[in-house]
């Protein structure tokens, strides 16, 4: 006799609550919520305009390094090298202003220049991560001090100043905006989904992480770790030119005290958005959430008086220490 | 499903929230200064927000929003937020960076906005209503004025700068100016950035290339502080006199006292950001015409009148 089997169907797993992955979004509603009772004007379109245009140039950046703290790596030059990119592009423009004029074709020049100088840096660091075989965290600390000092050297200790007329033909990337909404907005979003599908759906994006989670075992795997690294840094590169790019416009200038700690920033949006710092997974979602989440903070410290606004950077830490316990947590349940 | 009704309910709240503040005709002005890296810019910081709660106090229909900042990014984020989320029908800043502020400071003129500008003048004139500042050249001049006077048969003298900016460079061209013809010999020129460490770091390379020095002068007084050190542990206080600038009220109560070292101190006010927010609160409260650049003098202060720029509970 056979027992008729019972008809306990396999029990459908309950979609379990992940906090990791839900976090940010969380944190993100909260923060709107939070905005909205302090000011009635904090969700017009035109305040999250300004916030995620604000957000773009961190944000930008902050694509290229989830590329390179994805596969395991570090960059701590990001801030003095799109300075230093900046103020190239401000000088390449002003030195090519008077043969090219001051329309779209010397601002092309520039923005040009910017990605492949941008491009060029993250190279330099990239063979001596790989070729050079030295800490990621020694060479762009080193990358740093370098670029810092250079822009310091270019601007003489003072600032390098786009001319004028350039300037305001070169203005519209910054502040126009494609069907109401602003062009660094366009651009970001443009990138983040780009990098997405790269880092998902990609060969180069899947070895990205490979080499992040085991280094060893991508190697036996026949990935070619040192050509896929340095192409991570070259990435982080040209989002730096990118980043310097739509800087310049906003701000006509750059200094020694441009894009100071910006790479603090731009890692902690990344950590923020759910990408482990050891490597081995990225989520650039998560990092465009994480953006907009720091800019928020600064954004809504600005509106209330009760929390002194110097207080700022005291939050930001404070959600990234909160980010990683809710990622040790995750860990278990990926 | 539980998640969309809570988070319904959560909307309802803040939506209701948002919408509790009732609305009075008041006029907003927002203050953007950048945060207190130097001496001078504590003081700018403290009379700013004097003059806020002043005004806030005499004039019940104004109302005030204060921001500092510590770089230029931030600064164009406050601008923003002011015009977008906080409503401001007027402006007043002083640019940490001048020549990067320019477009945002522009952005908030052409939103229909009134602009003062205090102290750093921005890379492009006709944006600002009204331009309040200290007189730079005026500044060197009656520095210059003094040097002559104190050294009438010409003397050996170290000057140590501020930063690279244009501000800089007028009062030592007023200065340069003031002495020429008079015999007084600049030894050794260089930028101390109106701060003490790089002050004392300077003066210390000063007095190890030259044997003699008869006078310093330093144009700002958190760079005396750091001369003054330097030539503390050199053992050579004795040897020469310094004058700085600005008014700190340490260096102020110095000369009061009829120090030697310090005989004189030459004002370039922070109170100038209380004179910037006053005038631009009468064209709102009172209706007056106040476009126009309002330069205040840079006065010599002696141990006659020392007493009168002596503010009170100032941290500069």
Redesign the interface.
Known sequence: MTTVASDSAPKVQKRRFRLGVLGPLIAL?LLL?LG??L??????F??MA?IVA?ASFIGIIAIGATFVITSGGLDLSVGSMAAFTAGMIIIIINALAPTLGTGIEVIAVGILAGLLIGSASGACNGILVTAGRIEPFIVTLGALGIFRALITFLA????L?LN?EV?WAY?PVY?GDILGIPVPIIVFFAIAIVAEVVLRRTTFGRHVAAIGSNEQVARYSAINVDRVRLLTYILQGLMVGVAAALYV?????A?S??A?LWELQAIAAVIIGGTMLKGGFGRIWGTVVGVVILELI??IL??QSLIS??LNQAFQGAIIILAVLLQRTRTNQR | MKFVKYSAVAVAIAGSLGLAAPALAQTVIGVSVPTADHGWTGGINFFAQQAVERLEATYPELDFVFQSAPDSTKQAADLEDMVTTRGIDALVILPGDPDAMTASIKKVKDAGKWVTVVDRELSQSGIEDLYVAGDNPGLGAVTAEYFKSRLPDGGKIVVLRGMPIPIDAQRVDAFKAGIEGSGIEILDEQFANWNRDDGYKVMQDFLTKHAEIDAVWCQDDDILIGVMKALKEAGRENEMWVVGGAGMNQIIKMVGAGSEQVPVDVTYNPNMIAVAIDVTALHFVAGLQTNGRYIIDSTLVTPENAAEFDYEGTPF
């Open positions: 509603a919520i909205t009772a000011n009635g004007n904090f969700l017009t035109a305040n300004n604000r003489n200790g003072g600032t100043n004028f300037g203005e502040t416009p906003k701000f006509g200038s200094n005290s441009t100071v600064g954004n600005n509106l606004p110097y």
